[in-house]
């Protein structure tokens, strides 16, 4: 189901994340030193769509979403066209926690690159997955290259916190901006 890698620095190989997707669309942004790399399966969609990722917002935010929300309102064709819309508005940063956001049926992680900065989250209970290192942000960790087992990380104890079983790569906490 779709994937999602941002690279600012050598370091992470998104087509080690291929199969999350039929179709790879790519759009690179020199001024901040971004890849983006958008794998899409589409559920909602079809193949060649004009739904392609990353998506760019009327307000010069770039969207990239992973993931399925079920309650969007029929006035939209699907779940991306929805986004597009609600990343667009001016007060986008404050709604998300907000009624509308909290009435999202689903799972999902959403990246909006800013001129302010690159925003993450994903679903309260974390099913859509973002992880981060050095090197860029991943739908998966094996997004990340020469990973090396964190030997502090317990797999028979729970995870509170953002470790993850390699050392210097970390997960957004769900449904926590970050």
């Known amino acids: 189901m779709c994937g999602i890698a941002?690279?600012?620095r050598s370091?992470?190989?998104p087509d080690s994340i291929k199969h999350r997707g039929i179709k790879k669309s790519e759009l690179r942004i020199p001024a901040k030193n971004l890849k983006l790399t958008h794998f899409k399966l589409p559920f909602q969609t079809e193949l060649d769509d004009k739904w392609d990722q990353p998506v760019p917002l009327e307000n010069g935010n770039i969207l990239l979403f992973n993931?399925?929300?079920f309650n969007i309102h029929p006035t939209y064709k699907n779940d991306v066209e929805y986004l597009q819309d609600f990343f667009s508005k001016p007060d986008w940063l404050r709604n998300i926690g907000g009624l509308e956001y909290n009435t999202w049926d689903g799972f999902w992680s959403i990246v909006i690159i800013s001129e302010e900065g690159i925003y993450c989250f994903t679903d309260p209970?974390?099913?859509k997955q973002l992880y981060y290192n050095a090197s860029g942000i991943s739908s998966e960790m094996k997004g990340f290259k020469n990973?090396?087992?964190n030997k502090d990380?317990?797999?028979r104890k729970?995870?509170?916190?953002s470790m993850t079983p390699f050392k210097d790569v970390f997960r957004i906490i769900p449904n926590l901006l970050t």
């Open 125 to 127: 209970l974390g099913q």
């Open 147 to 149: 990973l090396i087992i």
């Open 67 to 69: 993931g399925e929300i």
């Open 11 to 13: 370091g992470l190989n």
């Open 158 to 161: 729970p995870q509170q916190g």
């Open 6 to 8: 941002i690279e600012w």
């Open 153 to 155: 990380f317990d797999p």
